[in-house]
């Protein structure tokens, strides 16, 4: 009787970005190797290889998904058709992304990853942004890219300091009402021209 694991992954690529994800979140980005993603997805040391011939390529991977994961739940949020209510709660959304997965979103915005190596991530970044951009209407306001650069460096901003626990000693930063409070004016005074 063979003693040998057989390679029994129908997508072992998937496999690899999940399990480094895990990793990520629960021990941090310099946890990461690939000898150790392939031992906890139970498969040989050389089979990342096959998909990922560096860290940094999984890296960039896990962002890019990272990337996709905020675009949807900013979409899912921008469902009011009140523009004011839709941008808020496309805000929380962020604000609510970033707290529920620290250390993705560090990766995702970190300097780790060369991310014009990477057109596939630097696509996803794009593409999220696009989803606040799409707030503002250059046709009526002059000021639109600014505005639509203000509010994500806004909420970027707010996210940071909330994931380093630099707003506790303030308010709740538990994603609730005293997040959007802080966020209320601001995105009303953002979206005034």
């Known amino acids: 009787m063979s003693t040998s ?7 072992l690529r998937k496999e690899l970005v999940s399990v480094a994800r895990e990793v990520i979140e629960t021990d941090g980005i310099d946890a990461l190797s690939l000898r150790g993603v392939a031992r906890q997805a139970g498969v040989s040391t050389a089979a990342p290889y096959r998909h990922f011939d560096s860290k940094e390529k999984l890296l960039a991977e896990v962002a890019r998904q990272g990337f996709e994961d905020l675009h949807d739940a900013l979409d899912r949020g921008g469902q009011s058709p009140d523009p004011f209510q839709s941008l808020l709660d496309q805000s929380m959304a962020y604000l609510g992304f970033a707290m529920a997965n620290p250390r993705l979103y560090r990766l995702m915005f970190a ?4 991310k014009t190596k990477h057109p ?3 696509e996803a970044g794009e593409r999220t942004f696009a989803v606040l951009q ?3 209407d250059p046709a009526t306001d ?6 639509a650069i203000g509010c994500w460096g806004l909420v970027h901003g707010l996210a940071s300091l909330a994931i380093d626990n630099q707003l506790d000693a303030h308010v ?4 609730g009402p005293h997040m ?6 601001l995105v009303r005074a953002l979206m005034a021209h």
Do not use: C, V
């Not at 709740?172 to 994603?175: I, K, L, M």
């Open 134 to 136: 799409a707030r503002f």
């Open 180 to 185: 959007r409070a802080i966020l209320e004016p």
């Open 111 to 114: 300097s780790h990853i060369d």
């Open 5 to 11: 694991k057989p390679f029994h992954h129908g997508d």
């Open 172 to 175: 709740q930063t538990d994603g």
């Open 142 to 147: 002059p000021h639109a890219a600014a505005r």
């Open 120 to 122: 596939d991530l630097m």
